[in-house]
Each structure stands twice: as C-alpha cells, then as structure tokens.
C-alpha cells in the first residue's frame, strides 16, 4: 500500500506568481481573543474591555492584531510549510487595513513573491511569501510579505 505524508512545499516546488489559497477559513471568536490577548501579556482595554470598546470608535472589541497575523500565517502552514521550512528569516510590510470583530472569518491566500537559493546553506532556499487575508464579506483585514528559509528536495 503506498503511503503519503502531509506535507509543505520542498523549495524547488515553489513557483514565483502562483497565488495559493488556503481553506477552511477560520471564524475568530471572542474568547480566542481575550486568550491571545492574555497569554501574550497585551491588556490593550481595546481588546480585552468590552464596556471600554463600546465607546470607542468601532463601538466593540477589536481583534488582537497579533492574533491576526498569527492565524493568518497558520492558515498556510499545510498547503506551503509543514515539514519543510527550516525558520522564519523576517516579516516586512506588515498591516492592517481593517479590523477584526469576534465572529469575522479570516480566509489567506499567499502569493509566492521570489526565490533564491541561500548563499550559504546549499540545501536550503529562501522564498518571500505575501500573505493576505480577507474577512467573510472580502474586505482586506490583513497583508504581511514574509521570508522563510526553505529545505530543498531531500
């Protein structure tokens, strides 16, 4: 019986322009939230004070934006990374045009941007990945360009 191996992209597989889109999405809930919130020490009263958000200009709790950018990273792990990258080299451009509510679902999709081969790590190459995410109405909530050092074709 043959067997396969969930896995990322071997560098090689990478193509420079494909746009990867990442499903299921992933609907944010307000206790996710509030736990984000804690265990990374950010008591931002916008996150975590419903009554204080109320009378600020969203009129509710904003989504941690770490928190975010963290799903929006981990939604592509399966499709482009799982047991295959060697480490995160750097995140550049990073923003947030629009904010996240308790109950948005943020779908990601990656853009694969460039590659090259590491300089001094023959088996390995770096690829800069765009990621984007949008919430369940299609409204861009999130975007970051990330470089990750990749391993090759064993």
Known sequence: MKEVVQRGLWYEEFETG??????????????ENQ????ITMNQQAIHVDAAFAAGQEFGRPLINSM?????LVGLSVNQLTQST???NLGFSEVAFPAPM?????????????????SKSRPQQGIV????????QDGTLVARAVRAALMHKLP
């Open 128 to 135: 800069i990945l765009e990621h984007t995410g949008r919430n």
């Open 85 to 87: 990258i060697v480490s």
């Open 101 to 117: 509510f308790a109950g948005d679902t943020l779908y990601a999709e990656t853009a694969m941007l460039s590659k090259r081969d």
């Open 67 to 71: 928190f975010t950018l963290a799903v």
């Open 35 to 38: 736990l984000f919130s804690a």
């Open 18 to 31: 494909v746009i990867y889109r990442h499903r299921p999405g992933r609907t944010m809930t307000d206790a």
